[in-house]
C-alpha cells in the first residue's frame, strides 16, 4: 500500500490528519490520556469555557435516543482562567497536534474578554467561538441564531484575538444556516464550525416527566450526520473560509464525506461517549480506507463534490 | 480504561426481574469493588454502566435489573453471545480504610458491589457483617452468596415477609452490629437515612444517568461538599460527608 498523506492545513496551521474530537465529548484531553495516545489526533477542542466557573445544568443531563442522545450539560466548566493557566498547558505538556479553546459568552464583551485570554495562552493553537449551546437559557445560542447577532459577537471577538485562528461555532437550529456564516465570514472569522447540536427532548412516558432535568437539550448522533453533512456542503460551497465538520461522525467514511462536502478539518462528538476510542479507530482506519477509494491526500478531496 | 469483548457465560433470573450475568474475556481482568463496567448493548446508542458484584482471573459477575428496552435485550442474550465493555471504570470502596469490623448496607441491586467488598475485606483479615433491604421477599438475592463467605446477613422487606420488616436502618437497630466503618449502595433516600443514622464513618455508592461513563463528558456531575464532582470518574463512591443530600 502506499503511504497516504492524511494531513490537511487549517488557516496555515499544518494538522497530522483531520480528526478532532468535538468540544464537550473529550474534556479538557488529560481525561483520555491514559487511554490512548493522544497525538494520533490532529486536534482536539477542548470542553466550552466561560468567564467564570459554572457548575451546570441538575442531572440528568443526558437522555438516550434512537441513534442518537440528548446531553443538557449546560456549560459545565472551571472558568477560563483555569483553562488558560492551568488545562491548556497541562495538554501541551502531553499533546503536539492542534488545542483548540471552545468559547462561551453571556454578553459581547465577556466573549471578547474570553477570547482574548486564550489568544494570551501560548498552548492554544485555535479558538472555536461557541455562538450555538442550546443548554443555557442566557447567551449561548441566542447569539448565533441570527446573522447580525453572530457578525457582532465576531466582529468583538476578531479585535480581541491578534495572533490566533478565529472559528465561529453555529447552531443548525436556524433557517438559514449559510447567511449566518456568511455574516461571521463578512466579520472577520477565519473559519466556521458546524453543526452545534440540535434542540431535543424526550419524555419518560411512565413518570410522564422529561427525562432531561432541564426538559430540552442538544441531539447529537448518527441520526443528524445527513444534516450536518448538507449543512456543510452549503457554507463550504457560499463561503471562502475553512469549514470544520461536526455531526454524527462515527467512522473513517463519514470523515471522507464530509470533507467531500467541503470540511477541511472533522470534528467527533457524541461517538466519543458511546467508543471512547473512536478517534484514534478513526485515523487508523483511514489509510485503507483512502487506498480503497483511490485517494493519496486527504487535503485535494477537500470541496470535491 | 480499556475497551475489551467478553462473551456470556451464564445470563439467569436470580430474582424477580433481576438477572446475573458472568462474563469472561481473554486475558486477565483487574477490577476492585465499587468499580463499574460500561456496557455495550447491540442496538442501543448509549452504554448501560453496571456495578462489578465480583472479580473473576478473567472475568467479571454483574447483576442487573430489567427496568427498561436495553436491560429487556441484555436479558434475552445467550450464553455464547460477545459484549463490548469498558472497564475498570470508577473510584471504588476503600476496604483498607476499615480498621476491623466493616458494616455493608445495600439496598435491592446496590447489594451487588457489597459481594466483592466483603471479599476484600475478608482477604484483608477484616470482619464483615451485611445488611441488605428489600421491598419484597421475591427480589431477595446475593445473601446466600454472601452468606457462603462466612458475612453474617441481616434482611429488612418492606412487606415483613423476609426479615426485619421495615427499612435497613430498623434491621441495624435490631441487629446492633459491631462496626467502626460502613459502606452502603442502594436508592439515594435508603443512603440518606444510614448515614444520617450512624455515626460512623461510612462511604456511599452514588449512581447518576451517565454518558461517557469515563470522565469526559461531564454528563454525570453533582454537587459535593467539595465542589462539582462526576460520579463516573470522582466516584461512584463518595464519603458520606461529602454528599449533600
Known amino acids: 500500500m502506499v503511504t497516504k498523506d492524511l494531513s490537511v492545513s487549517l488557516c496555515g496551521l499544518q494538522l497530522a490528519n483531520p480528526v478532532v474530537p468535538a468540544s464537550g465529548t473529550f474534556g479538557f484531553g488529560l481525561e483520555l490520556a491514559d487511554s490512548f495516545d493522544l497525538n494520533v489526533l490532529g486536534g482536539i477542542s477542548l470542553k466550552g469555557t466561560t468567564r467564570e466557573a459554572r457548575f451546570g445544568n441538575p442531572t440528568p443531563r443526558i437522555a438516550e435516543c434512537t441513534a442518537g442522545m440528548i446531553n443538557s450539560v449546560g456549560l459545565q466548566n472551571p472558568g477560563i482562567e483555569v483553562l488558560v493557566t492551568e488545562k491548556a498547558p497541562a495538554l501541551r505538556k502531553v499533546y503536539g497536534g492542534a488545542i483548540i479553546a471552545n468559547i462561551s459568552g453571556f454578553s459581547i464583551e465577556e466573549y471578547a474578554y474570553n477570547c482574548g485570554r486564550a489568544d494570551a495562552c501560548p498552548d492554544i493553537d485555535i479558538i472555536e467561538v461557541n455562538v450555538s449551546c442550546p443548554n443555557v437559557h442566557a447567551g449561548g445560542m441566542a447569539f448565533g441564531t441570527d446573522p447580525a447577532s453572530a457578525a457582532s459577537v465576531t466582529k468583538a471577538v476578531r479585535e480581541a484575538v491578534r495572533n490566533k485562528p478565529v472559528f465561529i461555532k453555529l447552531s443548525p437550529n436556524v433557517t438559514d444556516i449559510v447567511s449566518i456564516a456568511k455574516a461571521c465570514e463578512d466579520a472577520g472569522a477565519d473559519g466556521i464550525t458546524l453543526i452545534n447540536t440540535l434542540l431535543g427532548m424526550r419524555i419518560d412516558i411512565k413518570k410522564r416527566k422529561p427525562v432531561i432535568a432541564n426538559k430540552m437539550g442538544g441531539f447529537s448522533g448518527p441520526a443528524v450526520f445527513p444534516l450536518a453533512l448538507r449543512m456543510v456542503y452549503q457554507v463550504a460551497h457560499a463561503c471562502s473560509i475553512p469549514v470544520m465538520g461536526c455531526g454524527g461522525v462515527r467512522r473513517a467514511e463519514d470523515v471522507i464525506e464530509m470533507m467531500m462536502a467541503g470540511a477541511t478539518a472533522v470534528q467527533v462528538g457524541a461517538e466519543n461517549l458511546r467508543n471512547p476510542m473512536a478517534c484514534p479507530e478513526i485515523v487508523a482506519a483511514l489509510p485503507a480506507l483512502m487506498d480503497s477509494l483511490g485517494i493519496n491526500s486527504l487535503q485535494e478531496i477537500i470541496g470535491t463534490v | ?245
Open chain 2, 1 to 245: 480504561m480499556q475497551k475489551r469483548i467478553f462473551h456470556i457465560e451464564s445470563n439467569d433470573a436470580v430474582a424477580r426481574d433481576t438477572f446475573r450475568i458472568v462474563l469472561r474475556t481473554d486475558g486477565p481482568v483487574a477490577v476492585r469493588s465499587g468499580q463499574f463496567v460500561d456496557l455495550d448493548i447491540p442496538g442501543y446508542y448509549l452504554r448501560r454502566p453496571i456495578s462489578v458484584s465480583d472479580s473473576l482471573p478473567d472475568g467479571v459477575v454483574l447483576y442487573y435489573k430489567v427496568v427498561g428496552e436495553g436491560t429487556k435485550v441484555l436479558s434475552a442474550m445467550a450464553p455464547g453471545a460477545a459484549l463490548e465493555l469498558l472497564l475498570p471504570l470508577g473510584n471504588g470502596f476503600h476496604p483498607e480504610k476499615c480498621a476491623a469490623e466493616a458494616l455493608l448496607i445495600g439496598g435491592g441491586l446496590g447489594a451487588a458491589p457489597l459481594y466483592l467488598l466483603a471479599k476484600e475485606l475478608l482477604a484483608a483479615g477484616r470482619k464483615a457483617t451485611a445488611v441488605l433491604g428489600f421491598n419484597k421477599a421475591d427480589e431477595i438475592c446475593l445473601v446466600d452468596e454472601l452468606k457462603a463467605l462466612g458475612v453474617p446477613v441481616h434482611i429488612a422487606t418492606m412487606d415483613g415477609s423476609v426479615g426485619t420488616k421495615g427499612f435497613v436502618t430498623d434491621a441495624i437497630a435490631a441487629a446492633k452490629p459491631a462496626f467502626d466503618r460502613f459502606y452502603t449502595c442502594g436508592p439515594l433516600p435508603m443512603m440518606k437515612a444510614v448515614c444520617a443514622a450512624l455515626s460512623a464513618p461510612g462511604e456511599v455508592s452514588l449512581e447518576e444517568r451517565m454518558g461517557c461513563g469515563a470522565g469526559f463528558c461531564y454528563g454525570c456531575t453533582v454537587q459535593t461538599a467539595s465542589g462539582p464532582r462526576r460520579v463516573c470518574a470522582d466516584g461512584p463512591v463518595f464519603d458520606k460527608e461529602e454528599v449533600l443530600w
